[in-house]
């Protein structure tokens, strides 16, 4: 009897031990996958990016089981935060993807790999997730953030306000030239330092001398897609203005057409190459090459605010037709500017 009511509570006792192993491992399983507020700082540093904020609020939408999950957590963390937290601890080790774009690493300074460097920092390894009780500004501090509300601001000013508020750019800073051949022409390029230009038959193109807007030095009208990526760029230098000596050089002009080929599509006041007056200087502001760096680090298809505030787009399958952007001049200093407004949507533009 003694043996038999033994072998029955050493049976007992070892369902309820596996009863409460499985237990634990799904509390475990529930904690990791659902991040809180305990030790967790309510705006990690990483997060006074907009950029970053944007990427990690659409991470939680991206994934369902995530999504459900911070709704069911109550809201005591932002979606960025609690977007920001579960990817560091648990995301990137299950292999999650970031939204389209955010994962795209332009010169390894993007979202991911900032997020990547901080896990692997956290964690002291290359593999697993970070704890669950590891405090997310911990981890933040690891990777201070590269831009802030300002530097989108610039953003917005020198390019997506000139777009109804989407930020547009070429895919990467890999450029094809066409009709640039000659050496001259083609020097043109060179103080636009970070980027890879290469001949080609389509990209930024030199279409030569032309009167079309009589007074003016030269002139720029950038296409793009649905998506917010450059499709194409046509330059024109009107040659008689410059043998009149009213323009500086066909070279400093040229330019300052490619300036606005790469994503500056307004006009800076500081005296330097892209002002809107030709004032023969070759120097490009700081502010420009900033805005630049910014600009190519950002998901196609972002929104950004006079605020300086940032969201990202879906990632569009068809790209639509190109849409021709505002014409933009460069002048002499006394003339002021014609005006154009910016051509037709899904519209594919004749060449001329």
Same mark, same amino acid.
């Given at each position: 009897?003694?043996?038999?009511?033994?072998?029955?509570?050493?049976?007992?006792?070892?369902?309820?031990?596996?009863?409460?192993?499985?237990?634990?491992?799904?509390?475990?399983?529930?904690?990791?996958?659902?991040?809180? =507020?305990?030790?967790?700082?309510?705006?990690?540093?990483?997060?006074?990016?907009?950029?970053?904020?944007?990427?990690?609020?659409?991470? +939680?939408?991206?994934?369902?089981?995530?999504?459900?999950?911070?709704?069911?957590?109550?809201? =005591?963390?932002?979606?960025?935060?609690?977007?920001?937290?579960?990817?560091?601890?648990?995301?990137?080790?299950?292999?999650? &993807?970031?939204?389209?774009?955010?994962?795209?690493?332009?010169?390894?300074?993007?979202?991911?790999?900032?997020?990547?460097?901080?896990?692997?920092?956290?964690?002291?390894?290359?593999?697993?997730?970070? =704890?669950?009780?590891?405090?997310?500004?911990?981890?933040?501090?690891?990777?201070?953030?590269?831009?802030?509300?300002?530097?989108?601001?610039?953003?917005?000013?020198?390019?997506?306000?000139?777009?109804?508020?989407? &930020?547009?750019?070429?895919?990467?800073?890999?450029?094809?030239?066409?009709?640039?051949?000659?050496?001259?022409?083609?020097?043109?390029?060179?103080?636009?330092?970070?980027?890879?230009?290469?001949?080609?038959?389509?990209?930024?193109?030199?279409?030569?001398?032309?009167?079309?807007?009589?007074?003016?030095?030269?002139? &720029?009208?950038?296409?793009?897609?649905?998506?917010?990526?450059?499709?194409?760029?046509?330059?024109?230098?009107?040659?008689?203005?410059?043998?009149?000596?009213?323009?500086? =050089?066909?070279?400093?002009?040229?330019?300052?057409? +490619?300036?606005?080929?790469?994503?500056?599509?307004?006009?800076?006041?500081?005296?330097?190459?892209?002002?809107?007056?030709?004032?023969?200087?070759?120097?490009?502001?700081?502010?420009?090459?900033?805005?630049?760096?910014?600009?190519?680090?950002?998901?196609?298809?972002?929104?950004?605010?006079?605020?300086?505030?940032?969201?990202?787009?879906?990632?569009?399958?068809?790209?639509?037709?190109?849409?021709?952007?505002?014409?933009?001049?460069?002048?002499?200093?006394?003339?002021?500017?014609?005006?154009?407004?910016?051509?037709?949507?899904?519209?594919?533009?004749?060449?001329?």
């Amino acid at each position: 009897m003694n043996q038999m009511t033994s072998k029955k509570f050493n049976r007992r006792s070892v369902s309820l031990f596996s009863a409460a192993t499985v237990m634990l491992i799904a509390m475990t399983a529930c904690e990791r996958e659902q991040p809180t =507020s305990r030790g967790v700082s309510q705006t990690p540093d990483a997060l006074s990016d907009p950029l970053m904020v944007a990427c990690f609020a659409a991470y +939680v939408d991206l994934h369902e089981d995530l999504a459900k999950a911070y709704k069911n957590s109550g809201g =005591s963390l932002s979606p960025q935060v609690w977007g920001y937290t579960h990817f560091l601890r648990n995301g990137k080790a299950e292999g999650r &993807a970031l939204p389209p774009g955010c994962a795209e690493i332009q010169r390894g300074d993007g979202p991911a790999a900032v997020a990547s460097a901080a896990v692997s920092s956290a964690s002291g390894s290359t593999s697993g997730a970070t =704890s669950a009780t590891q405090p997310a500004a911990t981890v933040a501090s690891i990777a201070p953030p590269r831009y802030t509300a300002p530097d989108y601001q610039l953003v917005h000013r020198l390019n997506a306000s000139f777009t109804g508020g989407k &930020a547009v750019r070429w895919k990467s800073r890999s450029i094809t030239l066409k009709n640039f051949e000659p050496t001259n022409i083609f020097a043109a390029v060179k103080p636009w330092e970070g980027f890879k230009f290469s001949h080609g038959e389509s990209g930024i193109t030199y279409r030569g001398a032309s009167d079309k807007f009589a007074g003016s030095c030269g002139w &720029a009208i950038p296409y793009w897609y649905a998506n917010y990526e450059f499709a194409r760029c046509d330059i024109w230098i009107n040659i008689s203005t410059h043998t009149q000596g009213r323009c500086g =050089s066909v070279g400093s002009t040229i330019t300052h057409e +490619v300036g606005h080929c790469l994503g500056i599509l307004a006009h800076t006041s500081d005296g330097t190459l892209m002002d809107p007056k030709a004032n023969g200087s070759m120097e490009i502001s700081p502010d420009v090459r900033r805005m630049l760096d910014i600009l190519y680090t950002m998901p196609l298809n972002s929104r950004v605010a006079a605020s300086g505030s940032v969201s990202v787009g879906k990632e569009l399958v068809d790209r639509g037709d190109m849409i021709e952007g505002e014409t933009i001049f460069v002048m002499p200093e006394d003339k002021a500017a014609p005006s154009k407004k910016r051509g037709a949507i899904s519209v594919t533009p004749t060449l001329e």
